[in-house]
C-alpha cells in the first residue's frame, strides 16, 4: 500500500523566506500528485497537479517538482507572506478510486 | 473551474438520527468521493461513486451509505448517528481528463 510522509510537521518561517515543503511516497507507481492547502476548519484547495510524465509545474509563487523514480516531490513556496500560513497536504493517485494522502505541513508565516 | 458545494459547513444532530449530507458539483464528472477527515488519522475514504446510482465502498464504509440519483449530487448518510461519526466531511469530485480533484469546504458535524 502506497506511503505518503510529509516533513517537516511543522514550519514557521519571517516573512518573505523563501521555502521548500517536501513529499515522499514508497511505491512509484503513480498517476499523478497533487499539492493542496488546508486553512484551518475548511475544505481542500488544490494547488497543483504533477502528471507522473513531467518533473514539475508553477502557479505563481508557487513550484512543484516531482521525481517519480526517487519517490519525492517538493513544493516551493518564493517570497513567502502571512496569508501562505497554512497546513499543505501532498495528495498521491496510483490510478485507483482513492488518494493517498500525506501527514501535513503545517506552515506559519511570520509577519 | 470545477466547483463542489456542500450545503452545510456545520451541522450538530443528536445520537441515532438520520443525517443527510449533501455535495454538489457543477463539472459533470462522473467520479465523486466522500471522506471524512480526523486529527492524527488524517482523510479517510468513506465511499465513492463512478456514476449515477454506481457505488463502491472505501476504507471506512460502516455506520454510512450514500446515495447518487443525478450525476451532479452525492449524498453520504449516516443513518443512525453515532459520537463516532463526530468529523470533518469532505466531498470531492476527479477531473476525467487529468485525474485531478477538487474538494468542498467541508461540513463539520458534531454528534451530541
Known amino acids: 500500500k502506497q506511503e505518503v510522509t510529509q516533513i517537516p510537521a511543522a514550519l514557521s518561517v519571517p516573512e518573505g523566506e523563501n521555502l521548500v515543503l517536501n513529499c515522499s511516497f514508497t511505491?512509484?507507481?503513480?498517476?499523478?500528485l497533487q499539492w493542496f492547502r488546508q486553512d484551518p476548519g475548511k475544505g481542500l484547495t488544490s494547488l497543483l497537479l504533477i502528471q507522473s510524465s513531467q518533473r514539475e509545474q508553477t502557479s505563481g509563487r508557487l513550484n512543484a517538482s516531482l521525481d517519480k523514480s526517487s519517490g519525492r516531490s517538493t513544493l516551493y513556496i518564493a517570497a513567502s507572506q502571512p496569508g501562505d500560513s497554512a497546513t499543505y497536504l501532498c495528495a498521491v493517485n496510483s490510478g485507483a478510486n482513492n488518494l493517498f494522502f500525506g501527514t501535513g505541513t503545517r506552515l506559519t508565516v511570520i509577519p | 473551474d470545477v466547483k463542489v458545494t456542500q450545503s452545510s459547513r456545520y451541522l450538530v444532530k443528536r445520537t441515532g438520527e438520520k443525517v443527510f449530507l449533501e455535495c454538489v458539483q457543477d463539472?459533470?464528472?462522473?467520479?465523486m468521493f466522500w471522506y471524512r477527515q480526523d486529527p492524527g488519522l488524517g482523510l479517510r475514504l468513506i465511499y465513492f461513486?463512478?456514476?449515477?446510482?454506481?457505488?463502491e465502498k472505501g476504507d471506512i464504509p460502516e455506520g454510512y451509505s450514500v446515495s447518487r440519483e443525478k450525476k451532479e449530487r452525492f449524498s453520504l448518510i449516516l443513518e443512525s448517528a453515532s459520537t463516532n461519526q463526530t468529523s470533518m466531511y469532505l466531498c470531492?469530485?476527479?477531473?476525467?481528463?487529468?485525474?485531478?480533484?477538487?474538494f468542498g469546504s467541508g461540513t463539520r458535524l458534531t454528534v451530541v
Open positions: 463539472m459533470d464528472h462522473e467520479n
Open positions: 470531492a469530485s476527479r477531473d476525467p481528463a487529468n485525474y485531478g480533484y477538487t
Open positions: 511505491d512509484s507507481a503513480i498517476y499523478n
Open positions: 461513486s463512478y456514476d449515477v446510482k454506481m457505488k
